[in-house]
């Protein structure tokens, strides 16, 4: 049975929102989590912690969407209403429930506190409604089915708005219960995001053909960060089994038309964590050089802090600032620094270019050099027009330089590996 | 005369929003600028490319706030609808203004090309409403007044979702017409945004008192970002000279209390700034080192450019890597790296901790040491319990060095400057 299809409105609470004193992330990630589920997300609403402005907020949601998902006001403070105002759009009375008062006080035991009396009002709910188990946090959620004039109805799914708390209690509870009113016996869900470098958003978009339509089954998502393009494909069905499936063919598809610039899995994937993969599995190490204005690549590969596959990252305007540090020839300087470093590759970036101060439209492409010394001593170097926005120039440059390492350690034969029983 | 406090809903519009494509950001910096205007912003929406929808989101804004802002829709594609809407929503219909069209033909003829036929929509407006100049783009605003059915009226301001056009849009022309709508003769506006390091955002907020309550004059805002704190200054007067006046005053009232803390001035405006200005006017320089599972020193003072206050940046998850790469002993390692660098000061961070992958929880402090080394070889070194969101915790310690860095250099005599005409 085919799903019917939802409308969705995303409602974001709190003053900290509207006077803009906070950036809101949560609205963007549910419209996304919302559009894997197959759902068409048509509005957003911000409203800060007015209780009369909740009710007409959640009011107007009602009656303009099937389902609704709101974030924040589960607080135990006198700011926090959501819960006052969903029982007001139901006409409902709050009641305490015991199961959520006893994890409520359970999560204070765990930490040794006694639950302060104002943390009760977490515990209530509008009678009739659904609780939303918080696994991490005090505040449950709250799931409440308003009925509107025309006998139709709409679900309201309140969560708190931190984003932790939130994620996990969409995807444990919330996103079930919404493909179950959306009909049908497919009630199971499955992600899998796989990560791609090499191409701009336009020419992926064209190499993926239908596969990025919306009506797509199972649907395959595009975003782009900082020139890494991800893809998200999110399988519905009834079963894991059913959604793995899907997941594996769709896989095999992707990789087929455009597997060459593919380079990772997961949401978190980069490339520097591809080359350090590598690198390990090779038993090989790596010594970064970037010269110019930026340290992208120094500050990527810290971050997977004590890599044996990581020897350090030097910056400088220029080499000859590379060759007075290690009081050798300019000519000799990289290949010194690969041997002193006792690492087996060297990266280089020659040269970041300056950027306007304050510029905020797109950079002209500018000749930049990646070059990358081999385990031998053999630099093989190639030189790129790259340009783009200026927040992310500089990353788009250090990962052009980490593709080129990657294809040059994947021409490079693997040094016989070392052995399991080595250390025996 | 005091202005009358007035209300304001912020609107943005596109699919690429609904649908979490694109984090919405203009809603959080327009809901700030209206927050120095003196007017509560009381909810956002979001709404895609939906004529219908777009009519509805307007005539409820319309009809709960006195002023609207939106952004979005007003390309010259086929699901650009703001216009459309806007005349729907004054019952008007839209007619060519000339003056527009000659804007919009010059631009196209200053980049050499002919005006599409397509792009006259951008030139078309509601019968009565006024134009909005965009210096940047084809794209100009609209603002509509809408009579509500109790004879009093909300105005609509319609800009691109273009970020920096929509920004300068709104300083040039729509801030300066919201004041005249709030009353009075106050019409002008000036900022100053003044930046600090040292203490959290609720530490400064009780230093600061009543001067950062909402209706203190001039109104002072306080934002944090990665343990960075800004305090902008928004004065609202008569004349630019009142608001210098009152920006003067109120600067040196904070100044008073939390000058101990205070590094520079600019919304842009880092310590890495504060600290190559200093070395520049001292002239002298800085190497940096970097131990552990970050860069972000070499990253910040790499994008100042071809400064002469920054000879490079060393990363290495420890000293012996450094003290190999140089060939000297470890204890002589940093002070041979400085020498070599040819810099005067050395400002060393040992180290950064590592986090849990994937860690969404504020860390508990871990104890760092911040190392630097002055013109003479003598070391200042600092320990320190710093934790914080791991999303910001690195910069948090980077900021730390460099605090440590401008105390020590403070204390330190400036040397002898060199003479102005030392090149003749």
């Known amino acids: 049975m085919q799903p019917k299809t939802l409308t969705a409105e995303v409602v974001s609470i709190g003053d900290e929102m509207t006077s803009g004193a906070r950036l809101d992330t949560n609205a ?60 007001a759009v139901v006409d409902q009375p709050l009641e305490l429930r015991q199961s959520a008062l006893d994890h409520i006080q359970g999560l204070f035991a765990r930490r040794n506190r006694e639950m302060p009396p104002r943390n009760e009002i977490q515990a209530m709910f509008p009678v009739g409604s659904l609780q939303i188990l918080n696994p991490q946090g005090t505040a449950p959620g709250v799931d409440v089915t308003v009925r509107r004039g025309d006998h139709s109805t709409s679900r309201i799914f309140a969560l708190p708005g931190v984003p932790a708390e939130m994620k996990r209690m969409f995807d444990e509870t919330v996103a079930p219960r919404i493909l179950e009113i959306s009909g049908g016996s497919r009630t199971h869900i499955e992600h899998e995001v796989m990560k791609f470098f090499g191409v701009g958003e336009s020419d992926m978009e064209q190499r993926l053909g239908e596969m990025i339509d919306r009506d797509h089954v199972p649907r395959v998502g595009i975003t782009v960060s900082a020139a890494t393009i991800s893809l998200r494909i999110s399988a519905i069905g009834q079963s894991p089994q059913e ?12 990789l087929e038309r455009v597997g060459d610039l593919h380079f990772g899995d997961g949401e978190e994937f980069e490339q520097y964590h591809a080359v350090e993969k590598l690198l390990a599995e090779r038993g090989e190490s790596l010594v970064s050089l970037e010269l110019g204005r930026s340290a992208v690549l120094a500050d990527w590969f810290a971050s997977l802090g004590q890599s044996s596959a990581y020897r350090g990252g030097f910056c400088f ?80 440059i250090g990962k052009a330089a980490l593709a080129w390492l990657r294809h040059t350690l994947a021409e490079s034969p693997a040094p016989r590996p070392a052995s399991p029983t080595a250390e025996s």
């Open 28 to 87: 963007q990630w549910l419209s996304r989590r919302l559009g894997e589920l197959g759902i068409e997300v048509t509005f957003h609403s911000t409203v800060g912690d007015t209780l009369q402005h909740n009710i007409d907020v959640f009011r107007i949601a009602a009656g303009r969407a099937d389902v609704v998902v709101c974030t924040g006001g589960l607080g135990p403070t006198r700011d926090d209403l959501t819960r006052q105002a969903l029982a």
């Open 243 to 254: 959604c793995r499936q899907q997941i594996e063919s769709t896989r095999a598809e992707i």
């Open 317 to 396: 305007a220029n080499l000859d600032e590379l060759a007075a540090v290690l009081e050798v020839d300019y000519a000799a300087a990289m290949e010194t620094l690969r041997r002193r470093a006792g690492a087996q590759w060297l990266v280089a970036v020659d040269a970041y270019p300056p950027l306007e101060s304050n510029a905020d439209s797109p950079l002209p492409a500018a000749e930049v050099t990646l070059i990358v010394i081999d385990p031998t001593g053999e630099v093989f170097s190639t030189t790129s027009r790259l340009g783009g926005h200026p927040s992310i120039i500089y990353q788009r």
